[in-house]
């Protein structure tokens, strides 16, 4: 144990804060002037495979929240795919080794549509917690159970619940991973720094905001209650999306079977779909490997 680490923040010196807020950071952006086939706007659809994990991840044995989980398979994937389908979109799906161990079939249907998997850890554990070896065994672990699934290595993570650890970039670079899904230190692509020094990492930024759990999760044990009705949210994203068109950048959308696709729900999805095809120039939807390729490639300065 360091001495800072039993210090209170205030009593920190300037090193020691300067050393935590220089771990991981924002180094060059990656904007395009514009996308492919001369698109003005970039859309980045991503939906995380949780599954039963999360239920999973804290130990619980609520058969009522393994059954919502359940319900991101037996209905959420399969209406997501067919309406992807409809509309020719593709899209990426971060899914946890444990659900591809408990649903390889939907996996390989997954890739098969033309559709990305990245992993987004082993049973959706939070990174903060692991010792650097347990995480560097995790993530492991999920690259290859991915690979065994769907017949892909995944170049792509996103951190469980965004709980991206001092050491998650460090083992990334090592593991060779191409790009990572979890911070928004930006709105557009960005190479990660890792102690001052380019890691070789891009970043796709992951903004809450974007993010449907934080609007419709429910969870009645922890007061955790939906407040935000489903036109607020549509309302919300689409305000995101007419943004990045205004500013010719990029508009990423993290989704959950098990959350966005409710009746009441998955119309969303759809009207934003024929919102964003329907704008002048140009939008181009891609799947967040395709992004982050394009824009390495063709960033400007």
Known sequence: MTEESTMQPWQWPESEWRRRVNRVRAGRRFRPKTWQGGAKLAVALSFDSDHETNELRDGGVSINRLAWGQYGHRVGVPRLLALLEKHDVRASFYVPAVTALLYPDEQRRI????????????????????????????????????????????????????????????????????????????????????????????????????????????????GLRPYTPPTGVFDIFKRELDAAYEEGGLFELTMHPHVITNRSRIWILDELIKYAKSLPGGVWFARHDEVVNYALQHAHA
């Open 111 to 222: 890739v098969g549509a033309g559709h990305e998997i990245g992993v987004h850890g082993w049973i959706h554990e939070l990174n903060s917690k692991l010792a650097l070896e347990d995480e560097r065994d995790l993530l492991s672990r999920s690259l290859d159970t991915l690979e065994a699934v769907t017949g892909k290595r995944p170049t792509g993570f996103r951190s469980p619940s965004g709980d991206f650890s001092e050491n998650t970039l460090q083992l990334l670079r090592d593991l060779g991973f191409v790009y990572d899904s979890s911070l928004g230190a930006d709105d557009d692509c960005y190479e990660l720094d890792l102690n001052g020094v380019p890691s070789g990492v891009a970043e796709i930024p992951f903004d809450w905001v974007r993010d449907d759990a934080v609007y419709f999760l429910m969870h009645r044990f922890q």
